[in-house]
């Protein structure tokens, strides 16, 4: 592989990236694409009338889906033995389309688990009844909290046209305190932490009431534990990559000279790269927790699936 540096900072080009990101990222984009698509048709055209846990829904479906569009010009990118050739413009819209969007998935991920906190542990409150116009207006708001915060994706510097990365290890360490690296870290922290709370909260709750023996509340017991093991497993690695690259810049300005620092940075930045097409896995992943979560949408999936069954059952009922 070839490590190069510049003004901005190392740049890579890892055999072991180029060999292996491709079939991953495709085989991401259409298993993603199959399940997200197949989820937003149900919304858009089966799904009636929407309640406020419906609207979230949605808006974590339009936020994989957009996310998954972006994957194959990162798997062309690594093909074309990571040469961009798209030009400058396109590839900010896909680094922005990326950062954005696996931020809103975080976020519409944590207002999920939130709803169901709230339905199962405080089912009076007022919050539980509200409209979803109303719930529409707060995911417009979360939708324009995520872009205020990766919006800055547009200003990273391209000094070499070829390059298409929003995460560049600098070689002057202000640098690496940068935006993007505090808003990846805080996008998974704060949503982690809410997460676990309420996972924890409902867990506590329900087994409280005694009711973790019944089969059903088993079911939710475990998924909802599947929902947190899945979004560690997804996200958790890289943001410690993203950690350790800071940690051992810091330690490699001090302690090396300038044309050692890039070589002795390559493997924890390929490491790195590789954790990120960890989260991509979780918008792949994602419709399954659309599946488990809303009993009308598993009911829909049935039909689909099984239309002879359900024209069968009909008739029956018809009869009796």
Not at 37 to 49: E, Q, V, Y
Request: charged share 10%; with cysteine.
């Amino acid at each position: 592989s070839n490590v190069s540096s510049s003004v901005c900072g190392c740049h890579f080009n890892s055999t072991l990236l180029i060999s292996l990101l491709p079939p991953l990222l495709w085989t991401e984009f259409i298993l993603g694409f199959l399940g997200n698509g197949l989820a937003l048709w149900i919304f858009c055209c089966h799904l009636r009338p929407w309640k406020s846990s419906t609207v979230l829904l949605f808006n974590l479906v339009v936020a994989d889906f957009l996310f998954i569009m972006a994957l194959p010009f990162r798997a062309s990118y690594y093909y074309f033995k990571m040469q961009w050739r798209f030009g400058q413009a396109v590839c900010n819209i896909v680094l922005f389309t990326l950062a954005m969007n696996r931020s809103g998935s975080t976020f519409f991920l944590m207002a999920i688990t939130v709803d169901r906190y709230m339905r199962v542990v405080h089912p009076h409150h007022p919050i539980n009844s509200v409209s979803s116009s109303k719930a529409m207006c707060g995911a417009f708001g979360l939708w324009l909290f995520t872009i205020a915060m990766t919006a800055h994706v547009f200003s990273v510097p391209h000094t070499n046209t070829m390059y298409c990365e929003s995460f560049v290890v600098d070689t002057e360490l202000p640098h690496n305190l940068s935006w993007h690296r505090f808003e990846f870290l805080f996008s998974f922290i704060i949503p982690l932490l809410v997460i676990l709370y309420c996972t924890f909260h409902i867990i506590c709750h329900l087994r409280g009431r005694q009711l973790a023996q019944h089969a059903n509340i088993k079911k939710a017991l475990c998924f909802i534990t599947l929902v947190v093991v899945v979004f560690t497993v997804c996200f958790l690695p890289s943001n410690i990559m993203q950690v350790v690259i800071w940690i051992k810049t810091h330690h490699s300005l001090s302690t090396l000279p300038e044309s050692e620092l890039c070589p002795a940075l390559e493997d924890v930045t390929n490491a790195f790269f590789l954790s990120i097409s960890l989260t991509y896995l979780n918008s792949v992943l994602d419709p399954i927790i659309y599946y488990f979560y809303s009993p009308a949408i598993k009911d829909i999936f049935r039909k689909i699936l099984h239309p002879s069954q359900e024209k069968t059952m009909s008739s029956a009922n018809v009869t009796l």
